[in-house]
């Protein structure tokens, strides 16, 4: 078996990875290297044909081959070294008796047979994947024409195969939306796009330029009951939802359509992660991480759609960067963890916070990102170590297709944890910064 | 006197979607509110005279290592020439290699906008 030795390696070579492996090289570590399963570099941005990326990172709007082509182009070069068609099976952590001091990346490919990669330090991401109509346990025959939005994308903008004439899309998440513009353009009828929940799952923007511009009906609170048809789809029941989102009796509805495409939702690709033995947070569907996207697995970090399913790419980008070059300090033995982290918990409206903890608090500003649960329109975002306001930012709207940020300066950090251990004499257990919405007007 | 007004526009223009009021006087616009930065009130005044759109498709291509070469307008075109812009496309065949950025096809539709490749797409070399 082959082997060979990195400072640090990289899994996945979509937005995420691309950005890793170059910032990681970007911050000293010598020998980097990028292993993608798929025959190129660019990962799902190569399917994703349409604009809107970009605006935030390079202040242009590109398409997603363009922002790709961009991260390529640096990799190339950074002399970074890139493992194509090449699958990693399985990653065993750094302490583990047989590889101790190195994390090892099992890999196969048609080159090199099975391949073991030593890093000093892992990043891994490799992105999500499509809830399919099993998770969603959509009753009927089980006949042709079902497919997630992801896959019929690919199909139409790589491969050059129609999936259908008529369509329903079922999940208003933004790849669904893009696909009903996309299959529009390209001569199918879609019929309707069906949202379980009170509100869009997509992002504005893509409500106004993929349905409103081609007149596509959005039905709000109704989903699919049963699919119709033996062969091939003939057309599918759709129902209104009652407030548990349970169908409402005597409100069916039949559309013909030959094609039923899924757009409801995207779970990280966590297998890797599992079997290397890393915690997995219960909402994000990621694994666990400090401020920089370290796992529980100290020599291994993580980022992308992997940690948590961003809405822009920019973002995946930010955040790669920060692993890639906290992934180099790890490389050269430079992190530097307190004793006692700092808990990011969701309070008020809030769903998730990516990083669940801050490692060390009080000497670098942290950005955190999260999630509401609920659309609200002008509020607070606000960061509380007990009752100490550490952030507080105004914001116009927040809803849950949107990711938020807000900033933690260090100072604010370590003044409110000395106010709070003065007034309250609390022991450093019991360090847990809350992110919540308030409503504006209310302190 | 001209009759006054509104009309709403969710900006697109970036990620933020911006709910823009636009007033019109006599069918023409005159005062924006609600966008956040100068681009809102440009998009709310383009959207509500004749809506613009950057078009994004693929051609077919031969001999490259895809069957299809991803491609958009270099600029925006009028929303109301999308199907005839598509239609232009639809007779479109391009041989590998493409580098990115290549004009695929001048004048697209008679818009005065060009046709950009978004992707090198190298040739398709045998063995591999």
């Known amino acids: 078996m082959e082997t060979v030795q990195v400072d640090v390696a990289v899994v996945g070579g979509g937005p995420a990875g691309l950005a890793a492996a170059w910032k990681a090289r970007e911050a000293g570590a010598e020998r980097v290297m990028l292993v993608e399963r ?55 952590p750094s302490g583990a008796p047989s590889v101790a001091p190195e994390c090892a990346l099992m890999c196969v490919n048609r080159q090199d047979g099975v391949l073991s990669i030593r890093a000093k330090a892992v990043v891994l991401a490799m992105g999500c994947r499509e809830r399919t109509r099993g998770a969603i346990a ?46 529009t353009l390209e001569g199918a009828e879609v019929k309707a796009v069906v949202e379980i929940m009170p509100r869009p799952g997509g992002l504005e923007r893509n409500l106004v330029q993929c349905l409103h511009d081609f007149d596509i009906p959005l039905l709000l609170r109704h989903t699919v009951v049963e699919v119709h048809g033996r062969q091939r789809v003939e057309g599918v029941t759709i129902a209104a939802v009652d407030e548990n989102s349970k169908p409402v009796a005597g409100t069916e509805q039949f559309i013909a359509c030959d094609t039923l495409l899924l757009s409801v939702g995207l779970i990280p690709e966590v297998e890797l992660c599992r079997g290397a033995g890393i915690e997995i947070h219960p909402v994000t569907g990621g694994p666990v991480v400090n401020e920089w996207r370290q796992t529980s697995m100290p020599s291994i970090f993580a980022c992308g759609n992997l940690l948590h399913v961003h809405d822009l790419v920019d973002n995946v980008t930010r955040e790669a960067e920060i692993a890639g070059r906290e992934a180099a300090r790890y490389s050269r033995g430079e992190l530097r963890a307190k004793p006692e982290a700092i808990a990011m918990v969701p309070g008020r409206n809030v769903r998730y916070v990516v990083p ?11 950005q955190v990102y999260f999630r509401v649960v609920e659309t609200e329109e002008d509020v607070y975002v606000v960061a509380k170590l007990g009752e100490q306001l550490v952030a ?38 019991d360090l847990v910064c809350r992110i919540e919405v308030e409503p504006h007007g209310q302190n | ?37 100068r681009k809102g009130l440009e998009y709310a005044t383009q959207e509500i005279q004749d809506p613009v759109r950057v078009l994004a498709t693929t051609v077919p291509v031969t001999g490259g290592i895809l069957p299809l070469l991803p491609v958009r307008t270099e600029g925006p075109v009028p929303r109301r020439m999308l199907r005839a812009c598509m239609l232009a496309l639809a007779q479109c065949r391009v041989q590998a290699p493409v580098r990115a950025g290549q004009v695929i096809l001048e004048n697209v539709a008679g818009t005065g906008v060009r046709v950009i490749a978004s992707r090198d797409l190298p040739r398709l070399s045998s063995g591999l």
């Open chain 1, 38 to 92: 798929d025959f190129e570099l660019g990962g799902i941005l190569q399917q994703c044909i349409h604009p809107g990326f970009g605006l935030r990172y390079f202040k242009e709007e590109l398409t997603g081959p363009e922002y790709a082509e961009r991260f390529i182009a640096r990799i190339r070069e950074a002399g970074i070294e890139v493992k194509l068609n090449t699958m990693v099976l399985e990653i065993i």
């Open chain 1, 138 to 183: 959509i009753p009927g025959e089980r006949p042709a024409g079902i497919y997630t939005a992801g896959t019929a994308q690919r199909l139409i903008n790589m491969e050059g195969l129609m999936p259908g004439r008529q369509v329903v899309i079922l999940g208003s998440g933004d790849i669904g939306l893009i696909m009903a513009r996309r299959l």
């Open chain 1, 356 to 366: 669940q903890f801050i490692s060390a608090w009080g000497e670098e500003e942290v």
């Open chain 1, 392 to 429: 507080r930012k105004r914001q116009m709207r927040v809803q849950p297709p949107e990711m938020v940020s807000l900033r933690l300066r260090p100072q604010a950090m370590v003044e409110s944890l000395r106010k709070l251990v003065e007034l309250k004499g609390i022991s450093a257990k």
């Open chain 2, 1 to 37: 006197m001209a009759k006054t007004e509104t009309k709403a526009v969710i900006c697109v223009a970036c990620p933020l979607g911006c709910h823009v009021q636009v007033t019109m006087e006599g069918g023409r616009p005159v005062k924006a509110l609600g966008a956040q930065c």
